[in-house]
């Protein structure tokens, strides 16, 4: 190992990443150019898979009591039948991103990572062993030598320019603002409750958050971009929203406000040698349905636990290229997803025809679970075409194993692999276990009408690497344990 990875930003996707990280032992710094954490973070949501990627590291818990649960999924702010969701699967909720970026950061330094706050990437050189970075920080500038370097540091991501990778942008262009009003929800009128699609075609949006403080959010589309130098104030809020819902917005106190916007983007690549881009670095599009939070973790949780493979002297050859090959197309995915919910509210006169439409072809239950999987991210999966659940995340049900009653997440909580054994049968754990200790283990559970397979093994993300019979299947089981787990222990 050539020193620690080096994480360029703290906020969900760098903190979540270290946190992977240390769950292996891996030395870890983040790097943050702000001196002390913002509150003035746009997230107001986790959908449900980025909800239940938290509870698979125990981290959703001590959550819950900051949060509501989100009272129904839409897709382009048209309403789903999501009931088949429930006691499969972790409600989405009404949260705010910096109740997360704490648990977080908490959770992270607890591991062991190391954050440097008011430490800044300048510059950064790569070798064949590992990476020279150059650091500004409160005593100067230094180098801090890596093993490798994440580009966690948003949509203006340093990494991704020093790593040459092009951030190329396309879609409508969208402006909006974000803001806190020092007032609770229920005291707003309420034509300025909840979330809506204007006549015009903008959105508006307002949540609780926190101590009788309301989270306001406006869209505006195919508008010029204002001049990043120029604050938002105020008045500049309140235009817009009586611009977006045709009614004055009252005289409230507004605690902050902020602008945020621009057409998609896509980075070129998600690696370039041992530097890699997660979360908005990665990419970048409208936050609508919690999606661009979501892919943030997804990130992480897919790129962490590779890195320490290979770290740690495990992990086969070529597996660091999974990283980019799962994820750049997940990237493509949600963004052209949130793309086409928007073309489904701007311009408003001329796409009201083709909402009515999509909401009558909502009736057809195959298209309302097409559209009900990928609003909430439950379509991920790295096999293409292959049948449930091989790709796939499992869902959040009971289970009944040796020692009582557990569950999928619970299971997942070490950060290891897993197989997850299914059959009712007894017997010696599989070599294919046994000769990988450390990386993968095997956990005997009655079986669930909810998984539909003798037993399945689990990546430490989740996903379903293999679904099969331990016993028919021996060298199946065996050829995908080496995969993504490297050849046994000699």
């Given at each position: 190992m050539s020193g620690p990875v080096i994480i360029a930003g703290s906020g969900p996707a760098g903190l979540m990443l270290a946190h992977e990280l240390r769950l292996w032992g891996i030395e870890t710094v983040v790097l943050d150019r702000l001196t002390a954490p913002s509150e003035r973070t746009p997230g107001q949501a986790l959908n449900l898979s980025a909800a239940e990627l938290l509870q698979q590291r125990g981290l959703l818990d001590e959550l819950l009591e900051h949060s509501k649960p989100v009272q129904g999924t839409h897709f382009s702010l048209i309403w789903l039948e999501d009931s088949a969701l429930r006691g499969r699967h972790q409600p989405a909720l009404l949260l705010g991103q910096h109740h997360v970026e704490r648990r977080l950061e908490r959770a992270a330094l607890e591991?062991?990572?190391?954050?440097?706050?008011?430490?800044?990437?300048?510059?950064?050189?790569?070798?064949?062993?590992?990476?020279?970075?150059?650091?500004?920080?409160?005593?100067?500038?230094?180098?801090?030598?890596?093993?490798?370097?994440?580009?966690?540091?948003?949509?203006?991501?340093?990494?991704?320019?020093?790593?040459?990778?092009?951030?190329?942008?396309?879609g409508s262009s969208n402006c909006g603002l974000v803001a806190d009003v020092g007032v609770p929800l229920e005291e707003l009128p309420e034509v300025h409750r909840g979330s809506k699609v204007s006549p015009g075609g903008g959105i508006y949006s307002a949540v609780p958050t926190d101590n009788g403080v309301t989270r306001v959010v406006t869209a505006e589309f195919d508008t010029e971009l204002p001049d990043r130098h120029v604050l938002p104030d105020a008045a500049e809020l309140r235009a817009a929203i009586e611009r977006i819902n045709g009614v004055a917005f009252p005289h409230v106190p507004v605690r902050w406000v902020e602008r945020y916007g621009g057409p998609t983007r896509i980075a070129d690549r998600y690696r370039a040698g041992r530097v890699f881009l997660?979360?908005?670095?990665?990419?970048?599009?409208?936050?609508?349905?919690?999606?661009?939070?979501?892919?943030?973790?997804?990130?992480?949780?897919?790129?962490?636990?590779?890195?320490?493979?290979?770290?740690?002297?495990?992990?086969?050859?070529?597996?660091?290229?999974?990283?980019?090959?799962?994820?750049?197309?997940?990237?493509?995915?949600?963004?052209?997803?949130?793309?086409?919910?928007?073309?489904?509210?701007?311009?408003?006169?001329?796409v009201a025809p083709v909402r009515d439409l999509v909401t009558r072809l909502l009736r057809f239950p195959d298209v309302n679970r097409h559209l009900l999987e990928l609003s909430t991210g439950l379509d991920v999966s790295y096999v293409p075409d292959a049948a449930m659940p091989l790709g796939r995340r499992l869902p959040h049900v009971p289970l009944e194993g040796a020692e009582g009653a557990t569950s999928v997440p619970e299971l997942l909580s070490p950060g290891t692999g897993l197989l997850l054994d299914l059959s009712g049968a007894d017997g010696a754990e599989p070599a294919t276990v046994s000769g990988r200790a450390g990386r993968l283990r095997r956990v005997a559970v009655k079986p669930s009408p909810e998984i539909v397979a003798e037993a399945v093994l689990l990546r430490p993300d989740g996903h379903v690497a293999w679904a099969g019979s331990p016993t028919s299947d021996a060298a199946g089981l065996e050829e995908a344990a080496v995969a993504w787990f490297g050849p046994a222990h000699t």
């Open positions: 591991r062991g990572a190391e954050l440097r706050r008011g430490h800044e990437v300048v510059d950064a050189h790569q070798d064949v062993s590992g990476v020279d970075v150059r650091v500004r920080g409160p005593e100067g500038e230094y180098t801090l030598r890596g093993s490798y370097l994440v580009g966690a540091d948003g949509e203006s991501s340093r990494v991704r320019e020093l790593a040459g990778i092009g951030f190329p942008g396309a997660v979360g908005d670095a990665a990419h970048t599009f409208y936050p609508l349905a919690g999606l661009r939070l979501n892919l943030c973790f997804q990130d992480a949780a897919n790129l962490g636990w590779k890195l320490a493979a290979r770290l740690l002297g495990w992990g086969p050859e070529g597996l660091l290229d999974t990283y980019e090959a799962e994820r750049r197309p997940q990237g493509e995915r949600a963004a052209a997803a949130t793309d086409v919910q928007l073309a489904l509210i701007h311009p408003a006169r001329r």
